[in-house]
């Protein structure tokens, strides 16, 4: 990674370990940032893909805003160093803790997910006796052609204010003078590998506006197109962020308003692998299973979307190909990282990196068979520093009793 021989950060931290490259994630953040340069816009890194706190405070750095989903995201991100300006607070299912902590700190939008959500954000505004800036996230009925479990934009799921209930959003804003509606937004999914549904929802969130300003609601400045750039874990083709921005600013760019990005997989995902130690190369069934340190509590996007993460060997071996499971510790037959594998012929003691975990990687990770969570490491100016030591299994039982 970079200059940097994983295998030694593997002898150092030991495996499995998190790493990511922090130059990586400069270069996708600048593509990013040029391909929206003709309109003024903001990017909001979406937390949940990545918290780390050295992730969290590489971002600010270069000068993106949060999007957070819960209370935990918006304590990482104050401890972080972002000003609450800086932060918008999406998400479908906020307490009224949170709506209140939110707007006593005077967050950047608080986007709401239904027309009650809006009702209580109001009540909670009248009772602290401020403003409040919100978004509404409207669900535009788009379908993101990507995994079932990641597809936010169509209709019939929890997401979003259905596009039909403008007038019910509109009459709530009028009972609730505190609340002032900045942004309307859109989120349609993750991992889209098309520019076609962010093109149909750049024209959903156009006609919402006007929707939304004919009914006499003239405080919005902001248009939101939400997160879920694809990136390649395998042979997808996802659009560049120039082609991205030529599937929406033109239909944005004429209403004169900014426009707001909340990309989280695009900025971090391939800039990170899961390093891990193969122990055991098994034989069963007339099959080969490479036996890995990483399980599915590691990282769980095969077992759960199953996904494609490339594997890699970090030790050269000359010989035939072989076509393996590589499986984890864990008691599932869930439990792996790849299946029916064509792999270098890995041995034992081998250590091997899995590409595309730098986004929800280390976040979904769990403690599952009471494994401590791996470390996280930044390689940065030639060089890597631990960010988060590995967990041991004595914080495993902090806050137990017997
Ligand atoms: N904004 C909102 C409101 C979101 O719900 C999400 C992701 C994002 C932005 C960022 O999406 P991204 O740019 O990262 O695609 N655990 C799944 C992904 C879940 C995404 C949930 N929402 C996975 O491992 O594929």
Not at 275 to 292: E, Q
Not at 326 to 354: M, N
Not at 369 to 389: C, D, H, L, S, T
């Amino acid at each position: 990674m970079e200059a940097v021989d994983l295998n030694e950060i593997a002898e150092a931290v030991g495996t499995p370990a998190y790493v990511y490259n922090a130059e990586a994630i400069r270069r996708r953040h600048a593509e990013l940032t040029a391909a929206f340069a003709s309109v003024p816009h903001r990017i909001h890194y979406a937390v949940k893909a990545n918290g780390n706190l050295a992730v969290l405070s590489l971002m600010r750095r270069l000068g993106t805003g949060a999007d957070i989903v819960s209370g935990g995201e918006l304590a990482r991100c104050v401890r972080a160093g972002f000003a609450p300006a800086d932060i918008v607070f999406s998400g479908v299912g906020k307490t009224g803790a949170e709506l209140a902590e939110a707007a006593g700190l005077g967050l950047d939008s608080i986007n709401v997910e239904s027309v009650e959500e809006l009702a209580d954000l109001g009540r909670v505004a009248a009772a602290l006796g401020r403003n409040v800036r919100v978004g509404i996230r409207f669900n535009p009925d788009v379908t993101a052609g990507t995994h079932p479990y990641i597809s936010t934009g169509q209709s019939g799921i929890k997401f979003g204010v259905p596009c039909d209930q403008v007038a019910d959003a509109v009459r709530v804003l009028r009972a609730h003078p505190a609340l002032e509606l900045r942004t309307v937004a859109i989120h349609i999914g993750s991992q889209i590998t098309s520019v076609e549904p962010y093109r149909r929802g750049a024209g959903r969130l156009v006609e919402l506006w006007t929707a939304l300003r004919e009914a006499g609601v003239s405080s919005i400045t902001t248009l939101d197109i939400g997160g879920g750039l694809g990136i390649r874990y395998l042979d997808e083709e996802p659009p560049t962020p120039a082609q991205l921005a030529g599937a929406v600013v033109p239909s944005l760019r004429p209403t004169g308003l900014r426009l707001h990005l909340e990309p989280g997989r695009y900025l971090i995902g391939s800039a990170g692998v899961l390093v891990t130690r193969v122990l055991y190369r098994k034989l069963a069934g007339g099959k080969v299973f490479l036996v890995t340190d990483a399980g599915m509590n590691d990282l769980v996007r095969p077992s759960r979307y199953g996904a494609y993460h490339h594997i890699v060997e970090l030790v050269r071996r000359r010989g035939p190909e072989q076509v393996a499971d590589v499986v984890g510790p864990v008691c599932e037959t869930g439990d792996f990282l790849a299946l029916d594998r064509s792999l270098p012929p890995i041995q034992a003691g081998d250590h091997v990196a899995v590409l595309g975990g730098g986004a929800y990687g280390f976040v979904m990770a769990s403690s599952y068979n009471a494994r401590p969570r791996p470390p996280e490491v930044m390689v940065e100016g030639g060089g890597f520093r631990v960010i988060r030591r590995r967990e041991t299994v004595e914080e495993l039982m902090t806050g137990e009793t017997e």
